[in-house]
């Protein structure tokens, strides 16, 4: 069976990574051919190309977050986009088409429908986001990071399955117990008010400099002046502007603080890590504090408002875990049994459902 697939979406890393973990899964288990349809962004063409999955950019533009001319502009080019995503569907003859959200997944999605295509979509977030809600009034199957309680989708159509990452971060290495290991990190764009926490926290921790040590991934802006503050201060501290060993830097963590992207949220139950989650304050939805209440909830880690995160509460949270390792150890037990290493699997084992040869 030379089984083709198409999937759209992408535009930031939270569509694009695990659409590329559902890629190889088809790829490794039916061999499977894979395209991307996806947003012409250049970070978009590096990931894709590492992976070596061939990737077209379709015609998208967001919706969301934009003023009244800029959603007017967007409408009116929607009908032309589905017609160039149609015409793209014609010519690689997918036996399936599955949206990872993201706009560019829209059209797309729209266009499959349209062409007799069977589509499934895949929510990583708790709340959905506009492509992914339109979609799934169309969709055949329906996948899911987080159970969805609130009722957004149709219950015969939409699986909780998790959300899928790479294989690496269900291989928790071993972590010496000492020194207590805090890994800090925004996302792949790092977070100001993150890196501003921990630096007020050093003064604090002072007493503890000893049986502490930092991995700090800053994003590009602030990598300098948070390398200096942990030097100044004589903490022990790796920092790094961005780094692609994220697996292997969660591995040794005894604390995770970070935002709560469904992706990130992922990692940290893949590998059983306790973590103080600091939703990013603008997600669309407020997307990022229900993603973190899912964990919080279950006891797996701490939900901490941006507004509220400050340096005196980080130095507090570090201090009541360090001295009450019961604690962390049952928050670990917590967030590792929230994993869902067969994520990708179940989402093709659904995808080929719904496909007829």
């Given at each position: 069976?030379?089984?083709?697939?198409?999937i759209?979406?992408?535009?930031?890393?939270?569509?694009?990574?695990p659409?590329?973990?559902?890629a190889?899964?088809?790829?490794?288990?039916l061999?499977?051919?894979?395209?991307?349809l996806?947003?012409?962004?250049?970070?978009?063409a590096?990931?894709?190309e590492?992976?070596?999955?061939?990737?077209?950019?379709?015609?998208?533009?967001?919706?969301?977050g934009?003023g009244?001319?800029?959603?007017?502009r967007?409408?009116?080019s929607?009908p032309?986009?589905?017609?160039?995503?149609?015409?793209?569907?014609?010519?690689?003859?997918p036996?399936?088409?599955?949206?990872?959200g993201?706009?560019?997944?829209?059209?797309?999605?729209?266009?499959?429908?349209?062409?007799g295509?069977?589509?499934a979509?895949?929510?990583?977030?708790?709340?959905?986001?506009?492509?992914?809600?339109?979609?799934?009034?169309?969709?055949?199957?329906?996948?899911?990071?987080?159970?969805?309680?609130?009722?957004h989708?149709?219950?015969d159509?939409?699986?909780?399955?998790?959300?899928?990452?790479r294989?690496?971060f269900?291989?928790?290495p071993e972590?010496?117990?000492?020194?207590?290991?805090?890994?800090?990190?925004?996302?792949?764009?790092?977070?100001?008010?993150?890196?501003?926490?921990?630096?007020a926290?050093?003064?604090?921790?002072?007493?503890?400099?000893?049986?502490?040590h930092?991995?700090?991934?800053?994003?590009?802006?602030?990598?300098?002046?948070?390398?200096?503050?942990?030097?100044?201060?004589?903490?022990?501290?790796?920092?790094?502007?961005?780094?692609?060993?994220?697996?292997?830097?969660?591995g040794?963590?005894?604390?995770?603080?970070?935002?709560?992207?469904?992706?990130?949220?992922?990692?940290?139950?893949?590998?059983?890590?306790?973590?103080?989650?600091?939703?990013?304050?603008?997600?669309?939805?407020?997307?990022?504090?229900f993603?973190?209440?899912?964990?919080?909830?279950?006891?797996?880690?701490?939900?901490?408002?941006?507004?509220?995160f400050?340096?005196?509460?980080?130095?507090?949270?570090?201090?009541?875990?360090?001295s009450?390792?019961?604690?962390?150890?049952?928050m670990?037990t917590?967030?590792r049994?929230?994993?869902?290493?067969?994520a990708?699997?179940?989402?093709?084992?659904?995808?080929?459902?719904?496909?007829?040869?």
């Amino acid at each position: 069976m030379d089984l083709k697939i198409v999937i759209a979406g992408g535009g930031t890393g939270g569509h694009l990574f695990p659409g590329i973990a559902i890629a190889l899964e088809f790829s490794a288990s039916l061999g499977a051919a894979v395209t991307f349809l996806t947003s012409p962004k250049a970070v978009t063409a590096r990931i894709l190309e590492r992976y070596g999955f061939p990737w077209e950019v379709v015609a998208s533009r967001a919706l969301k977050g934009q003023g009244l001319l800029s959603r007017l502009r967007t409408l009116g080019s929607l009908p032309g986009s589905v017609w160039e995503a149609k015409a793209r569907l014609k010519v690689l003859a997918p036996h399936l088409v599955l949206g990872m959200g993201g706009y560019a997944s829209g059209p797309v999605g729209v266009a499959a429908y349209l062409a007799g295509i069977p589509l499934a979509i895949h929510e990583q977030n708790a709340i959905p986001g506009v492509a992914n809600r339109w979609l799934a009034k169309l969709a055949g199957r329906i996948f899911l990071s987080f159970p969805d309680n609130s009722g957004h989708y149709p219950r015969d159509r939409a699986v909780w399955t998790g959300n899928p990452i790479r294989p690496e971060f269900f291989v928790s290495p071993e972590r010496p117990t000492a020194p207590f290991t805090v890994l800090l990190m925004g996302g792949s764009q790092g977070a100001h008010s993150l890196n501003l926490a921990a630096l007020a926290a050093l003064p604090l921790l002072a007493d503890l400099k000893e049986q502490l040590h930092f991995l700090h991934i800053t994003g590009k802006d602030d990598r300098e002046e948070v390398a200096a503050g942990y030097a100044q201060a004589g903490f022990a501290a790796e920092v790094v502007d961005f780094t692609p060993e994220v697996p292997a830097w969660m591995g040794r963590t005894h604390l995770a603080v970070c935002r709560a992207g469904a992706s990130t949220l992922a990692e940290l139950t893949g590998l059983g890590r306790a973590a103080l989650l600091v939703p990013f304050p603008f997600a669309a939805n407020n997307h990022q504090e229900f993603n973190a209440r899912f964990l919080a909830d279950a006891g797996a880690a701490e939900l901490i408002l941006n507004k509220n995160f400050t340096g005196e509460v980080l130095a507090d949270k570090i201090k009541h875990l360090l001295s009450h390792p019961d604690t962390l150890k049952d928050m670990e037990t917590a967030s590792r049994s929230l994993a869902k290493p067969d994520a990708a699997k179940e989402i093709v084992r659904g995808c080929m459902e719904l496909i007829k040869m």
